[in-house]
């Protein structure tokens, strides 16, 4: 069974940088797809970005394009969001989610596992 743990979230002053990490354990991660979702406090679960097995393709929401950047490392089964120019509405629960079919990546019914979360704050 596919397991996913999320780390690297904390509370970081607007206009600063996180970096989200990954790890994924279970079967073989370059034979899935990943995603990153979030979800703020009392809203419903949004997309955020998406990489595909070999990394070559990626797609952001329209709200982090520029600031957020996925990507991956098959030889540490790891997925990571990097997160620049953060912005108090970036505060949420971070969630990596791993599919197998490169569908419709902004929708959580894609993905097949997910992870517990990590709680990222943003202060103004």
């Known amino acids: 069974q596919v397991q996913l743990v999320e780390s690297g979230g904390g509370l970081v002053q607007a206009g600063g940088s996180l970096r989200l990490s990954c790890a994924f354990s279970g079967r073989t991660f370059s034979s899935y797809v990943m995603g990153w979702f979030r979800q703020a406090l009392g809203k419903e679960r949004e997309f955020v970005a998406a990489i595909n097995w070999s990394g070559g393709r990626t797609n952001y929401a329209d709200s982090v394009k520029g600031r957020f950047t996925i990507s991956r490392d098959n030889a540490k089964n790891t997925v990571y969001l990097q997160m620049n120019s953060l912005k108090p509405e970036d505060t949420a629960v971070y969630y990596c989610?791993?599919?197998?079919?490169?569908?419709?990546?902004?929708?959580?019914?894609?993905?097949?596992?997910w992870g517990q979360g990590t709680q990222v704050t943003v202060s103004s």
């Open positions: 989610a791993a599919g197998s079919k490169w569908g419709v990546v902004a929708a959580p019914r894609t993905y097949d596992y």
